[in-house]
């Protein structure tokens, strides 16, 4: 089993940046593809940014490319998501996810999910 822990969020003005990490434990970390969802009040999980198993290649959400950056530290078993030039849309519980597939960007190709780590952005 593989054990996801986010941190790093918080309230941040519009406009502002914040970093997420999450730390990974249990089975070998460079297994697996890793992602990041969120979800924001009122709405279904949504997919935000995925990072390969080779970490080589990256995929984003329309809403975030141009913004947001996903990388991993397989030496150090963590996933991070930075965050920059955020906008109150951006308010979401985001997770940390990963999966077996070459590339997670639907959460039902998601096998272990983290618990979550709140996000909010005041105008």
């Known amino acids: 089993q593989l054990q996801l822990v986010e941190s790093g969020g918080g309230l941040v003005q519009a406009g502002g940046s914040l970093r997420l990490s999450c730390a990974a434990s249990g089975r070998t970390f460079r297994y697996y593809a890793m992602g990041w969802f969120r979800q924001g009040p009122g709405k279904e999980r949504e997919f935000v940014a995925a990072?390969?198993?080779?970490?080589?290649?990256?995929y984003y959400a329309d809403s975030v490319k141009g913004r947001f950056t996903i990388s991993r530290d397989n030496a150090k078993n963590t996933v991070s998501l930075q965050m920059n030039s955020l906008n109150s849309e951006d308010t979401a519980v985001y997770y940390c996810?990963?999966?077996?597939?070459?590339?997670?960007?639907?959460?039902?190709?998601?096998?272990?999910w983290g618990q979550g780590t709140q996000v909010t952005v005041s105008s």
């Open positions: 996810a990963a999966g077996s597939t070459q590339i997670i960007t639907t959460p039902r190709a998601v096998t272990y």
């Open positions: 990072l390969s198993q080779s970490g080589s290649s990256t």
